[in-house]
């Protein structure tokens, strides 16, 4: 008797407690019931190995002239480097100097009397791949979560491809920016300025040195490009964005939006080391390859800064966004769009909730009329367990997606398919003449081990979807996974419960 009546307290403590989690907390709904926008980036890995390589060639001649080799020239092709010497019997000491060095990067091969071929190993070129997605992978998840979108889907697909949903996302365009802006932040010495880019060629006699490049800085007014500026600057910055600390919107000493940052310890000391050196020259502040601005530095500059540019409060905010999340290692395309509607939504919601409701009903009215008063029990129960369930998505903070209905009407009825075997078992038994009471023990006793084998497996699957799909199928998995649980309590321990209660104080209303 005291076993049964902590029993009763423990369903009834569950069913208040899901009752209150359900009117209290929402449930997470996906982009295909919520609308939103599905995108297909694909990460731009060639440009990303090619601008390696060209990192790469730099410091190979840069080598070779330690070692006093002299070079005639070195080109690159694609991932290929092609080193000619000037001196043809140094080409062996300089084959070894770098298979030594970039062994391990590229193989190195005699493509001539005085040539060197260095081709980037596959194995590396994968290696590289793989650790350029996931570093895009997680900025992007970085970018997101600046944006605010609650349960947003971020995931890899094939070889250079991730996947993003953002559910309940009213602006995509926006959105799209953030994510497909590199964000390269760099810091750079500026060395000349010219209003154009021939009077700074000019200058050079033509060419521009290895170790400079020129970069334009596009001047604004209203939103519009109306003029040009071009800079000389040194290839090699003074700082990168990964000295970033953080990052926010402003204003500048002219009241107009701009981003303030604040650096990392160490960069604070490199900044401030240099800016105390260079007082009265140009510091280029330079985003994704273009000059915002050029500054001259009037003062020693410490940990912090502003980067101008002729922006709007929006793109002020966004930039502050993705200078936070960090640069991309290499540049993102969108290949491929969908925007899901709210309507959309609400119709596959008021088809998915009528779904459940005309299940729902057939399978109770099926358990009365088959199983009569047990067949009622059942009911409650089952009853019990779309309750249950709500209250779960609800407090896991799961995300239910169209799938995630269907799981939701599946689980209906596989928890009265567990009623089912316990009430055919404790049918035989009774045939068999035994008492009510050892019909039903023996009934839950022998069909535990079916049910469980059966539940066993379907989580089995379960696990397998979540763990290799996408949203929806993974909404379908969480919500075939947790029906699974309730059912297993709601239709065992629950409905024996109940049956207990009635056997013993109203034998008379059983029946089956």
Same mark, same amino acid.
């Given at each position: ?26 449930? $997470? ?56 010497? =000037?001196?043809?019997?140094? =080409? ?49 998840? $970085? ?11 971020? @995931? ?38 010219? !209003? ?40 090699? !910055? ?40 260079? #007082? ?14 050029? !500054? ?10 502003? #980067? ?22 290499? !540049? ?50 089952? /009853?019990?367990? @779309?309750? =249950? ?6 407090? =896991? ?16 009825? /596989? ?39 059966? $539940? ?31 059912? /297993? ?22 029946? #089956?």
């Amino acid at each position: 008797m005291k076993n049964l009546k902590w029993r009763i307290f423990l369903i009834v403590a569950v069913l208040a407690g899901a009752v209150y989690v359900s009117l209290t907390r929402k449930v $997470n709904l996906g982009l295909d019931l919520q609308g939103g926008t599905h995108l297909v980036l694909q990460v731009d890995t060639e440009k990303a190995l090619e601008d390696e390589t060209s990192s790469y060639m730099r410091e190979i001649k840069a080598l070779l002239q330690q070692d006093e080799i002299p070079v005639l020239d070195v080109s690159r092709k694609g991932t290929s480097i092609y080193i000619e010497l =000037l001196d043809s019997t140094k =080409l062996s000491a300089a084959e070894a100097i770098l298979k030594k060095e970039y062994g391990e990067v590229f193989d190195i091969k005699k493509t001539g009397d005085s040539t060197l071929g260095l081709f980037m190993k596959s194995s590396y070129k994968q290696k590289e791949i793989d650790r350029l997605c996931n570093q895009a992978l997680e900025t992007i998840r $970085n970018r997101i979560d600046e944006l605010g979108v609650a349960e947003p889907v971020i @995931v890899r697909s094939g070889k250079d491809r991730i996947i993003v949903e953002l559910p309940g996302v009213k602006n995509p365009d926006r959105a799209k920016r953030i994510l497909g802006r590199v964000a390269k932040l760099e810091f750079k010495q500026v060395v000349d300025v010219a !209003p154009t880019r021939e009077e700074l060629l000019k200058k050079l006699g033509g060419k521009v040195p290895d170790d400079e490049q020129i970069l334009v800085q596009e001047i604004k007014k209203n939103g519009k490009v109306v003029g040009k500026m071009y800079y000389l600057v040194k290839r090699e !910055p003074i700082l990168t964005g990964a000295y970033l600390k953080d990052a926010y919107p402003s204003v500048d000493e002219y009241n107009m939006p701009a981003v303030s940052f604040e650096l990392k310890s160490q960069g604070a000391k490199i900044f401030e080391q240099y800016t105390a050196s260079h #007082i009265g020259t140009r510091l280029a502040i330079v985003l994704d390859n273009k000059v915002q601005s050029a !500054p001259v530095i009037r003062s020693r500059i410490g940990g912090r800064g502003q #980067i101008t540019g002729q922006f709007t409060y929006q793109e002020a905010k966004d930039l502050a966004i993705v200078l936070r999340a960090g640069a991309l290692p290499a !540049p993102v395309k969108i290949i491929e769009e969908t925007t899901i509607g709210p309507s959309l939504g609400h119709e596959s919601i008021s088809k998915g909730v009528k779904s459940a409701i005309a299940g729902l009903i057939i399978v109770m009215v099926f358990m009365v009329i088959y199983y009569k008063f047990s067949g009622f029990i059942a009911d409650v129960a089952l /009853m019990m367990n @779309v309750v =249950l369930l709500w209250a779960l998505l609800a407090l =896991l903070g799961a995300t239910l997606t169209l799938p995630g209905i269907a799981g939701y009407i599946l689980t209906i009825g /596989m928890s009265v398919d567990a009623n089912v075997i316990i009430f055919e078992r404790i049918r035989e038994e009774l045939k068999k003449g035994r008492s009510l009471i050892s019909a039903i023990e023996v009934g839950f006793s022998s069909a535990w081990g079916t049910i469980l084998d059966a $539940n066993v497996t379907t989580l089995a699957s379960a696990a397998v979807l979540f763990q290799f799909g996408t949203g929806p199928i993974k909404g379908f998995a969480v919500t075939l996974s947790l029906g699974i649980l309730c059912s /297993m309590f709601t239709a065992v321990f629950v409905t024996k419960v109940i049956l207990d209660v009635i056997v013993r104080y109203k034998p008379q209303l059983f029946s #089956i």
